[in-house]
């Protein structure tokens, strides 16, 4: 999805402690493509862990997250990049069509981010959708621990940023 863009990026993937032979496969791709950057957890810390050890060794301007199992949409990337270059400093992707199980995901969901929505004044349809863009000066000034990649939108809103949600492709 980037190459298609033309413009230089970096590709840093964390193995979160995973022992199904990924963190072989990055160290291997790490020395064919010149783009990756493999950070090598040695046992699963958890998603905000693994988020904040990206973001630790990310060096471009703007930083996106996306999980590896890609129920998010790759091609989706150059949209949230065009929205942060309008001057945005978060793009949030909104899973608006979600393919996940209505009585164990969906609800769950909606009712959270209602709730979420009401207590922290920040209104977002979707604050679970690990597509995100952030300009890399909101995320400096954000310190994670614990479960806090479930907030960081509400985080980068304390912080003053500038924030859109757009709606993005899901899959099962």
């Known amino acids: 999805a980037m190459r298609k863009m033309e413009e230089s990026f970096e590709l840093v993937l964390v193995n979160d402690g995973s022992i199904d032979g990924s963190g072989e496969v990055l160290k291997r791709l790490s020395s064919e493509v010149p783009e990756l950057v493999c950070v090598l957890l040695r ?15 990310s060096n471009g301007d703007i930083v996106l997250t996306l999980d590896g199992d890609l129920q998010n949409d790759p091609n989706d990337i150059p949209k949230l ?10 793009i949030c992707g909104w899973r608006f069509d979600r393919k996940d199980k209505l009585l164990n995901r969906k609800i769950p969901s909606k009712i959270a981010n209602k709730l979420i929505a009401k207590v922290t004044g920040l209104k977002l349809h979707d604050y679970g959708c690990s597509l995100k863009a952030f300009k890399k000066e909101i995320i400096d ?13 509400v985080l980068a809103n304390i912080e003053g940023a500038r924030i859109k949600e757009i709606k993005v492709n899901h899959r099962s």
Do not use: C, V, W
Request: avoid cysteine; hydrophobic fraction near 40%.
């Open 43 to 57: 046992k699963n810390y958890g998603q905000t862990a693994a988020m904040a050890a990206g973001f630790d060794n």
């Open 141 to 153: 000034d954000i310190k994670l621990y614990g479960e806090l990649h479930r907030f960081l939108p």
């Open 81 to 90: 990049i065009a929205e942060i270059n309008l001057g945005y400093d978060l």
